[in-house]
């Protein structure tokens, strides 16, 4: 149950203000058919952080030890400094995409969600906790409590919390699973 609930924490706060965030905002607003979009970012965010801890979990079992905890230590704690850099909304990948809206929403959170720090941090749950399917659920479960809110109100979310306290937040999270992997790391 820790990596469900830590994955769903971590992701669901590093989640506000992040570009796909943004992208959610952008769909609804030009599409206007929340459905349709919520059940995109869900099938896009299943797949991809499906992927991302798939590839965090099978690294972790071939690579192991000590060095290897902190560097996934050190790895959290580089997302703690990428959590307090402010993204920008991504609207040409919506506008690239051909199709439903569905479709549309799939294609361009699968393809917005690459490299993003949410998926660097599945794949980083998913070595520190060897958990691939509670991992995976835990993620998309705080991707979808970001993410839904955000197609359902908009822009209107933005103006009541501050991104800025988010993200000082996030990183606070994940510099403190970054420095408890190494402390734990260094103490065996």
Excluded: C
């Excluded at 669901?12 to 929340?34: H, N, S």
């Excluded at 995409?97 to 361009?108: I, K, P």
């Excluded at 209107?156 to 190494?182: E, H, Q």
């Amino acid at each position: 149950m820790e990596a469900l609930l830590v994955s769903t924490g971590v992701v669901a706060i590093a989640e506000i203000g992040d570009k796909t965030q943004l992208l959610a905002m952008v769909l609804a607003a030009r599409f206007r058919r929340p459905v349709p979009i919520i059940l995109g970012i869900f099938v896009a965010t299943l797949l991809n952080h499906a992927v991302a801890a798939g590839v965090g979990y099978y690294i972790a079992q071939w690579l192991s030890g000590r060095l290897f905890q902190v560097v996934v230590g050190l790895a959290f704690m580089g997302m703690a400094g990428w959590a307090l850099i402010p993204d920008k909304e991504d609207e040409d990948a919506a506008a690239k995409s051909h199709g439903g809206v569905f479709l549309t929403t799939l294609v361009a959170f699968f393809l917005v969600e690459i490299g993003d720090k949410t998926q660097i941090a599945t794949s980083l749950l998913a070595a520190r906790f060897h958990q691939l399917v509670w991992v995976t659920a835990g993620t998309t479960l705080g991707m979808m409590l970001a993410n839904v809110p955000a197609v359902l109100l908009g822009e209107a979310a933005t103006k009541v919390i501050s991104l800025k306290l988010v993200r000082i937040i996030a990183a606070s999270i994940f510099g403190l699973i970054g420095l408890s992997v190494v402390v734990a790391a260094l103490l065996r």
